[in-house]
């Protein structure tokens, strides 16, 4: 098992952080305290419901109050324009076949198909963990799993899991990063698990690297935990408080000695600066241990971390012998104001996806955006970016809200019915949005 311990121990009811935090950040800004309370919150929900859960064993499909009706969605307006017109567009497509040079991933729209089904479900796979499998845990409004990403300009090739095991054949594959990070690993190994007869697969789970093997490829999906890539005091043992947590923004190699020799490196690192404090970096040598840390605003902390990890790459990756990529932010959906629901609460009770094109919320931070693209771009070991922060913004509707845990146990009908403190509009749900993204990948593999 391989529970976070700070996520089962007994914690601060929700909320309470948020509100100290209110009473400190009190007489700033009114814009920096909604800031502080959106991220912490999203913080809390984090926190609680960051843990490698055990699996869960045959959930009983919850009753709820009052459900979602399970209702054919109302065609959204961009797909009834234009719906019979791109179904025939689709059919003499101009779109180009993928190709990663030439066609941005980012600039494109969510097309609804009921016909579209996931590769797996939270029922058949089981390598799930009870936070994302949304279904299991009482959703009932599926809709969300029938949209498919559309580039403007080109075709994304369907994921395919054996042309995906065999691109992977002799080889390891390793995501590393937080717990959207797990989510795509989760995913991933959800789609090819479904070609592999049983017998021929296994896992090991650990507390911060977990390995899936499909032996007829001799091949690895492996999951490694460092949810700020650099070293932190709140990796391993989860420190509940974002003012206690303190990151090495110069330090990597206790991490990173475990990615050496993997042939396909996926990272990740955001949600988990996003406390709306600033970061207590700690960087040399410094003889009182913990003690000579400063508080650094996000984007110069997110910069030095972030170099500190390409450094590492850029001298420690043939770029010949290994593939390095890197997931730019997976968006939050705290407040709802930033898509027009002025009385919404986050994410909660929304079925379709944002069709306003371009539309960017608070949830994305364009300043880590920005560092990601500079950092990136001036590292010597080429690697791909995964751009999916624009789709993924769209996406409103597919986070798993209160059809998740906490501590281990599903959301109770009290909880569920308390979605301002308990929905979560930072994880995904399975199958979903972390499928589209391996898509992505795969398109690059
Ligand atoms: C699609 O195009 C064909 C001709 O190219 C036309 O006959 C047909 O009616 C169109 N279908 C729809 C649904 O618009
Ligand atoms: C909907 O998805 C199905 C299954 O992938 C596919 O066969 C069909 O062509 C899609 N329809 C449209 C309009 O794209
Ligand atoms: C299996 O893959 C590993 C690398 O992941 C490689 O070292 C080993 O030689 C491979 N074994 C076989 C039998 O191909
Ligand atoms: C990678 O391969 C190229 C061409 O084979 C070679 O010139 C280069 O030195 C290699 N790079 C490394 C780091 O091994
Ligand atoms: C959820 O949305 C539906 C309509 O989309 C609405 O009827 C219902 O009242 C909403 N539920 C809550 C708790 O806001
Ligand atoms: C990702 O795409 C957005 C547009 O959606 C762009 O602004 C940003 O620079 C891209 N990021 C990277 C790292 O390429």
């Given at each position: 098992?391989?529970?976070?311990?700070?996520?089962?121990?007994?914690?601060?009811?929700?909320?309470?952080?948020?509100?100290?935090?209110?009473?400190?950040?009190?007489?700033?800004?009114?814009?920096?305290?909604?800031?502080?309370?959106?991220?912490?919150?999203?913080?809390?929900?984090?926190?609680?419901?960051?843990?490698?859960?055990?699996?869960?064993?045959?959930?009983?499909?919850?009753?709820?109050?009052?459900?979602?009706?399970?209702?054919?969605?109302a065609p959204i307006?961009?797909?009834?324009?234009?719906?019979?017109?791109?179904?025939?567009?689709?059919?003499?497509?101009?779109?180009?076949?993928?190709?990663?040079?030439?066609?941005?991933?980012?600039?494109?729209?969510?097309?609804?198909?009921?016909?579209?089904?996931?590769?797996?479900?939270?029922?058949?796979?089981?390598?799930?963990?009870?936070?994302?499998?949304?279904?299991?845990?009482?959703?009932?409004?599926?809709?969300?799993?029938?949209?498919?990403?559309?580039?403007?300009?080109?075709?994304?090739?369907?994921?395919?899991?054996?042309?995906?095991?065999?691109?992977?054949?002799?080889?390891?594959?390793?995501?590393?990063?937080?717990?959207?990070?797990?989510?795509?690993?989760?995913?991933?190994?959800?789609?090819?698990?479904?070609?592999?007869?049983?017998?021929?697969?296994?896992l090991r789970r650990g507390?911060?690297?977990?390995?899936?093997?499909?032996?007829?490829?001799?091949?690895?999906?492996?999951?490694?935990?460092?949810?700020?890539?650099?070293?932190?005091?709140?990796?391993?043992?989860?420190?509940?408080?974002?003012?206690?947590?303190?990151?090495?923004?110069?330090?990597?190699?206790?991490?990173?000695?475990?990615?050496?020799?993997?042939?396909?490196?996926?990272?990740?690192?955001?949600?988990?600066?996003?406390?709306?404090?600033?970061?207590?970096?700690?960087?040399?040598?410094?003889?009182?241990?913990?003690?000579?840390?400063?508080?650094?605003?996000?984007?110069?902390?997110?910069?030095?971390?972030?170099?500190?990890?390409?450094?590492?790459?850029?001298?420690?990756?043939?770029?010949?012998?290994?593939?390095?990529?890197?997931?730019?932010?997976?968006?939050?959906?705290?407040?709802?104001?930033?898509?027009?629901?002025?009385?919404?609460?986050?994410?909660?009770?929304?079925?379709?996806?944002?069709?306003?094109?371009?539309?960017?919320?608070?949830?994305?931070?364009?300043?880590?955006?920005?560092?990601?693209?500079?950092?990136?771009?001036?590292?010597?070991?080429?690697?791909?970016?995964?751009?999916?922060?624009?789709?993924?913004?769209?996406?409103?509707?597919?986070?798993?809200?209160?059809?998740?845990?906490?501590?281990?146990?599903?959301?109770?009908?009290?909880?569920?019915?308390?979605?301002?403190?308990?929905?979560?509009?930072?994880?995904?749900?399975?199958?979903?949005?972390?499928?589209?993204?391996?898509?992505?990948?795969?398109?690059?593999?």
């Open positions: 098992m391989m529970t976070m311990s700070t996520a089962s121990s007994p914690n601060l009811p929700p909320g309470t952080a948020a509100m100290n935090m209110m009473k400190s950040y009190r007489g700033k800004l009114p814009l920096s305290v909604v800031t502080v309370v959106v991220f912490t919150i999203a913080f809390i929900a984090l926190v609680y419901t960051e843990r490698l859960s055990p699996l869960s064993g045959s959930a009983s499909i919850l009753k709820l109050r009052s459900c979602p009706s399970a209702r054919a969605p307006e961009a797909v009834d324009r234009d719906g019979e017109d791109s179904r025939n567009n689709s059919e003499v497509d101009d779109r180009l076949e993928f190709d990663p040079e030439e066609c941005s991933i980012t600039s494109g729209k969510w097309v609804f198909n009921r016909s579209l089904e996931p590769l797996y479900a939270d029922s058949t796979c089981p390598y799930l963990d009870r936070q994302v499998a949304c279904v299991e845990n009482g959703q009932l409004d599926t809709d969300y799993r029938h949209w498919e990403w559309q580039p403007d300009d080109c075709v994304l090739p369907k994921f395919n899991p054996e042309r995906a095991l065999k691109k992977l054949r002799g080889k390891r594959l390793m995501f590393v990063g937080d717990s959207l990070q797990r989510g795509q690993w989760q995913s991933f190994v959800c789609m090819v698990d479904t070609v592999i007869p049983s017998g021929k697969k296994s507390r911060v690297h977990t390995v899936f093997r499909a032996m007829e490829y001799n091949a690895t999906v492996e999951f490694y935990w460092a949810p700020f890539l650099v070293e932190s005091n709140s990796d391993i043992h989860v420190i509940a408080d974002p003012r206690k947590r303190i990151l090495k923004v110069d330090s990597v190699v206790k991490h990173a000695r475990h990615w050496t020799g993997v042939d396909i490196l996926l990272f990740n690192t955001y949600v988990w600066w996003m406390s709306g404090l600033r970061i207590n970096s700690l960087w040399g040598s410094f003889a009182n241990g913990e003690e000579g840390y400063e508080p650094l605003d996000l984007p110069v902390a997110y910069r030095l971390g972030l170099k500190t990890w390409a450094n590492w790459v850029d001298s420690n990756i043939n770029p010949n012998r290994t593939r390095v990529f890197f997931t730019t932010m997976s968006p939050t959906h705290m407040r709802s104001a930033d898509w027009g629901h002025k009385d919404g609460i986050k994410c909660f009770n929304e079925t379709k996806p944002v069709m306003k094109k371009n539309h960017w919320g608070t949830g994305s931070d364009m300043r880590v955006m920005n560092v990601v693209s500079t950092v990136i771009g001036k590292m010597k070991v080429p690697v791909t970016v995964l751009n999916i922060t624009q789709l993924s913004e769209y996406r409103i509707d597919a986070h798993t809200s209160v059809y998740t845990e906490t501590g281990g146990q599903v959301l109770t009908e009290e909880q569920k019915a308390d979605p301002l403190h308990h929905a979560d509009c930072i994880h995904w749900c399975l199958p979903g949005i972390p499928d589209t993204w391996n898509q992505i990948f795969y398109a690059h593999l």
